[in-house]
């Protein structure tokens, strides 16, 4: 007995998709002949509609695209209705069990189409379900890469910290040790002066003016010193005259102390700049220069400041030695700014620096400034850019 009910099963199926192929034109016969069968075979009407209910929902429906669903069904109602007839035919008359079978079919295919649609539904909200599991896992990972890039910034930012601090007392120690070894000396030698000027004085005036005049030349080089103390830690002369003036001076200072030849030209223009780019580009080409004077070993440097169309360039070019620009900025050991220092400055304002450095071309340092100030919530291009030709 099973064995007929599974060999009908795959029968019922067979037919009812070959008959849905044929759409329209196709015969009932098949569907009639099938229900004799089952009827021979001890079936009733309610174990030919649950086989009828299974066919659709396992193996035709899937595969069925939803807008085509409602004509599927009510075509398989057709072909079921007449199947089930010869079942019917054996307990009612024809007419009844057309009424009750009309009933039957628009219960099920209500049935199938709930099925139809909830099943639908179930599938769309897995869909959603992948998509925000997606979006999750790939919002993870960008946040993982922004936590990750956040920990490297702040470690520059403790890096460069050190670095400034050390600096800074390095600078001071510099100082103090120009003041205890120069100018306390020569205050110093003033003071026993003025005791021997004393004594003479009171005992014997001759050769007094000679003495006096040495130690007046004592006084004038203390002064001179203190002067030059006062320029280089903040020259009067660029709050005063402004930038170019206070780069010839300090050019002229320079030259005469290394014997470097330092050529500068300028374009009156970048007077326009205010007070804190004209200082940045002071102590750029400042700590450019003295650079070259404990490093580069040049004898020639070009010092050039020319007009952009929305700023000023300023390049500072030597004769001297190269180096490695990414070892120095990416040095953890380094005593000094250097490299990093100036970069700040410059990025303070908005500008850009540009370092290159190659073996037999010497080292050139590039800034440039905007006229304008940055307008709020504009992207920032301040960068450190190294084009490298070392080996």
Do not use: C, M, P, Y
């Given at each position: 007995m099973k064995r007929?009910?599974?060999?009908?099963s795959h029968r019922y199926q067979d037919t009812l998709r070959a008959h849905?192929?044929?759409?329209?034109?196709?015969?009932?016969?098949?569907?009639r002949g099938l229900g004799g069968k089952?009827?021979?075979?001890?079936?009733?009407?309610?174990?030919?509609?649950?086989l009828h209910e299974r066919t659709l929902i396992t193996e035709l429906l899937p595969a069925c695209p939803p807008i085509q669903r409602a004509a599927l069904i009510k075509q398989a109602g057709i072909f079921f209705a007449a199947a089930v007839l010869p079942i019917e035919k054996s307990h009612r008359n024809e007419r009844q069990a057309t009424a009750q079978l009309k009933k039957f079919i628009e219960a099920l295919s209500q049935r199938t189409v709930e099925l139809a649609?909830?099943?639908?539904?179930?599938?769309?909200?897995?869909?959603?379900?992948?998509?925000?599991e997606a979006a999750l896992k790939k919002s993870e990972r960008h946040y993982s890469v922004l936590l990750a890039q956040s920990d490297r910034l702040q470690e520059q930012l403790r890096q460069l910290s050190r670095q400034i601090l050390s600096a800074?007392?390095?600078?001071?120690k510099r100082i103090s040790r120009e003041l205890h070894d120069v100018i306390a000396q020569t205050l110093t030698g003033i003071n026993i002066r003025l005791a021997t000027l004393k004594k003479e004085a009171s005992v014997n005036t001759k050769g007094l003016e000679q003495n006096i005049a040495r130690t007046q030349k004592l006084v004038e080089k203390s002064v001179d010193l203190v002067h030059r103390f006062a320029r280089e830690l903040r020259p009067a002369v660029l709050d005063d005259l402004g930038l170019i003036p206070a780069l010839h001076s300090f050019v002229k200072t320079f030259s005469q102390r290394t014997r470097i030849h330092v050529q500068l030209i300028a374009f009156a223009g970048v007077e326009s700049l205010d007070i804190a780019k004209r200082t940045v580009l002071f102590r750029v080409?400042?700590?450019?220069?003295?650079?070259?004077?404990?490093?580069?070993?040049?004898?020639?440097?070009?010092?050039n400041i020319k007009k952009l169309a929305a700023g000023v360039a300023m390049q500072i070019k030597d004769d001297g030695k190269?180096?490695?620009?990414?070892?120095?900025?990416?040095?953890t050991g380094s005593k000094r700014l250097g490299l990093l220092g100036m970069r700040e400055r410059v990025e303070m304002v908005g500008g850009t620096l540009y370092v290159e450095s190659a073996p037999g071309q010497g080292t050139t340092i590039a800034v440039e400034v905007p006229f304008a100030k940055e307008r709020k919530g504009a992207s920032k291009k301040s960068s450190l850019t190294t084009a490298l030709k070392c080996p």
């Open positions: 007929e009910l599974f060999d009908l849905l192929k044929q759409g329209r034109r196709a015969s009932l016969e098949s569907a089952a009827l021979a075979a001890g079936l009733q009407t309610l174990d030919l509609a649950k649609a909830a099943n639908l539904e179930l599938e769309q909200e897995i869909a959603q379900r992948k998509a925000v800074q007392e390095d600078e001071r080409a400042q700590e450019a220069l003295t650079n070259v004077a404990r490093h580069a070993q040049a004898r020639r440097v070009e010092l190269s180096f490695r620009v990414e070892r120095v900025l990416g040095g």
